[in-house]
């Protein structure tokens, strides 16, 4: 996996990981690759990838059931969906506005294209 640097590398792997689960790659209510098989795969430490899964986990997109490991939350594709909406609004589509002011384009220009 190549990181970036504009976004912190757990963000990055939770962002890897919640395109698998809406992807169908990893299902509702399967468990999901431990730490350290994350951290082994992507070559970090396994801390940044425990900051990553309580991320996660505090957006309720996956559970830790005690002693067997983390699973995918049963609604996690429309939370993740909620979440990916979220940050379009606030993020993506004020910098695309931004920039479509700067170079003078309209709606109607990107439209018709």
Known sequence: MDFKKQKPIYQQIADTLCERI????LAAEERVPSVRDVAMQLGVNPNTVMRTFDYLQSAEIIYNKRGVGYFVSSDATDRILAL???EFMEEDLPAFVQKMNMLGLTFDDISKM
Do not use: N
């Open 22 to 25: 809406v992807g169908g790659e």
């Open 84 to 86: 990916r909406r979220k």
